[in-house]
């Protein structure tokens, strides 16, 4: 018995390990919602209404918006800052690529649209320039922030109008699966050499040498037991850290949606697996 | 007995599951290269896609700077010249140059075009331009990051091409390096425009 929960733990030790080695990519804000406001430029309000006009957006034609109000750049180009927000948000559906995140750069006085690979054609380069230089720019300039944006995100709307019809399967983005194929993969691997280790501790005992012999005493004598307690375990363990790890991955401390962008749906909102080329437009005011 | 014939069946199983795996997942990174190269030349081809308008537009401005419309005539026909096909150019190191280098020189030509707006300010102030120059900022930030795509897909397929035990899957097979010419610092960035 002891040796099992031994066995066990080296297990979750391992994937721990490897979970906490896909955790990257720093200095990219969390997504909390569709309106992520870091400078503080909009009230509680606007946010609420910004919110709701791009979640009536998403649930009519899948496509998804995001705005992100960025207190500095840090020295970083607008445009891959942008390009790195997107692909770590994932912003639009899988497949459709249908993301758009409109970045405001305050203290740069800087403004991008970025646009996904599947709204490049409605969404162009110069459309977004013109929505910046004649729009958002005049407004930001004239302190207008939630006008500016609001219209920003009107003119969008409009742009890409009848491009994706809203299909039922596009929407299922809530649930990310429990495992990847090649999650499933490796825990199918050590339940096997789980197995055979406890086949060759049967027939030569745990104290077997040679290069193997660690790994023998580790895994010895569980039998069949220890492939199903290790499978149990291993699976109620993944599927309790999952949001933790989750979390980690994105930046996010786990509070979805707090306070004041309760508009969104009650299980929080994240991107739905969507890419970007670099599309877009840049400008500044 | 029985149980040593079960690892050792086991045994069999778990080399055979790796080896398929490790095959399919080198397939699937040769594959990235390729199609991340062709998006590269995608983006390239939307930039020369460009030029007639973005010079049409500017010669009605600045029609005496007939140097600077030559040397993006020059470049234009330059990169026409070296534009072969993909799976080959991906392969060859010396082509691949050649390509890179011509791009480049066009690069350099457009970003002369665009500077004429400091002189013209008609120009600078002219609608179409200003939207002809988002776009070609827009083609050069895509050119960046399907360049970065591209170069991260190589690596990641070198990388394991090279592996240890991958390695010898990979030479089995066929599975080659892929040569890349790594482009200096900068110089695939976009053109920079001061106002």
Known sequence: MNRMIRTAFIAVMVWGIGAAATAAAPSVPALTARVNDYAGKLTDSEKANLETMLANAEAQSSNQIAILIVPSLEGDSIEDYAQRVFTTWKLGQKKLDNGVLIV????????????????????????????????????LKAGNYYAGLRQTVASILLAVKGEYKASPGAQASGAPALFTNSQLALMMLFGIITFVFACMGMKFGTVAGGVSGVLLGLFGWGGLMAVVVW??????????????????????????????????????????????????????? | MKAALIAVVAIVAVVALWYVSTYNSLVSEREGVRQSWGQVENVYQRRADLIPNLVATVKGYAAHESGVFKAVAEARAKVGSVNVDASSLMNNMEAQKNFLA??????????????????????????????????????????????????????????????????????????????????????????????
């Not at chain 1, 800087?110 to 110069?126: F, P, Q, S, W």
């Not at chain 2, 600078?124 to 050069?140: C, D, H, M, P, R």
């Not at chain 2, 990051?145 to 690596?155: F, P, S, T, Y």
Request: aromatic share 8%; glycine share 16%.
């Open chain 1, 231 to 285: 499978a149990v375990i291993g699976l109620v363990v993944g599927a309790l850290m999952r949001p933790i790890l989750d979390g980690m991955a994105s930046g996010s401390d786990g509070s979805w949606g707090g306070d004041g962008s309760s508009s969104s749906d009650s299980g929080g909102w994240s991107g739905g697996g969507g890419d970007s080329g670099g599309g877009g437009a840049s400008d500044s005011y």
């Open chain 2, 102 to 195: 011509a791009q480049q020189g066009l690069g350099n030509a457009l970003s002369h075009l665009i500077a004429l707006q400091e002189n013209y300010p008609t120009l600078k102030a002219n609608e179409n331009f200003l939207t002809l120059q988002s776009q070609l900022e827009g083609t050069e930030n895509r050119i960046a990051v399907e360049r970065g795509r591209n170069q991260k897909a190589i690596q990641t397929y070198n990388t394991d091409v090279q592996g240890f035990f991958t390695s010898i899957i990979a030479r089995r097979n066929g599975f080659e390096v892929f040569p890349y010419f790594e482009a200096k610092q900068g110089s695939d960035s976009a053109p920079q425009v001061k106002f």
């Open chain 1, 104 to 139: 405001w750069a305050p203290a740069e006085r800087k403004m991008r649209i970025h646009v996904g690979y599947g709204l490049e054609g409605k969404l162009t380069d110069a459309v977004c320039f013109n929505i910046l230089h004649r729009e958002l720019g005049p407004n």
